[in-house]
């Protein structure tokens, strides 16, 4: 049990300043079509990184179910061992852990949802709404790349560095692809907690 929660411990302790500054980036940054593409990266992270804390918890509820551990929630490791457990070092970590989550969805997603589709080298979008941009995207297609960058990229006729291409199926295909792990993990996780406690185990 302890390496899922010295590897819960990990994921989430560098998630959380990651996302602090990832945060502070695309609300500051210089350039619109820079901070979208930022934003679209930052959502992949938080849903991967959601996905995978959700899973790990999972594992360690069912095990600590299974050992008639009193404290479901993993030990911070950076605090707690297997001996020195505190409920609230533990379940105010999960908590953390989880809100940092959701703050990472709402914040990278209203960044992302800004999105409106340019042909590559065209300083105008192909329609003005997130969605009609994507259909109008999909109606034009795309025989050789790049086609499409997901915001802005010229300004004039220079164009802005790391601005993300806009790739027809797998752009948005990936995140709904991370969405639903994400879903299946919570799934997973919720079912692990519904799970009875083990009877302690006595040895005669």
């Not at 799970?195 to 185990?201: D, N």
Request: contains cysteine.
């Amino acid at each position: 049990m302890l390496p899922l929660a010295r590897f819960w411990t990990w994921i989430g302790t560098a998630y959380v300043p990651a996302l602090a500054s990832g945060i502070f980036y695309i609300n500051n940054g210089p350039h619109r079509g820079v901070l979208i593409s930022a934003g679209y990266l930052g959502l992949c992270a938080s849903l991967a990184v959601g996905t995978i804390l959700a899973v790990t918890l999972a594992l360690y509820v069912m095990k600590a179910r299974k050992s008639a551990d009193p404290i479901l929630a993993p030990p911070n490791t950076l605090f707690e061992d297997a001996e020195h457990r505190n409920r609230l070092i533990s379940w105010g970590t999960v908590i953390v852990f989880a809100l940092a989550i959701l703050v990472g969805l709402i914040g990278f997603g209203n960044r992302y949802a800004d999105s409106r589709i340019h042909l590559w080298d065209k300083t105008t979008p192909l329609a003005d709404s997130f969605t009609a941009s994507r259909a109008a995207a999909y109606a034009k297609g795309c025989p050789k790349g790049p086609c499409f960058a997901m915001g802005q990229r010229m300004e004039d006729k220079t164009p802005a560095e790391h601005v993300a291409e806009y790739v027809l199926y797998w752009t948005d295909g990936f995140l709904i692809f991370l969405c639903l792990s994400l879903l299946a993990a919570l799934t997973f996780l919720a079912r692990a907690f519904r799970q009875p406690h083990e009877p302690p185990k006595y040895t005669l």
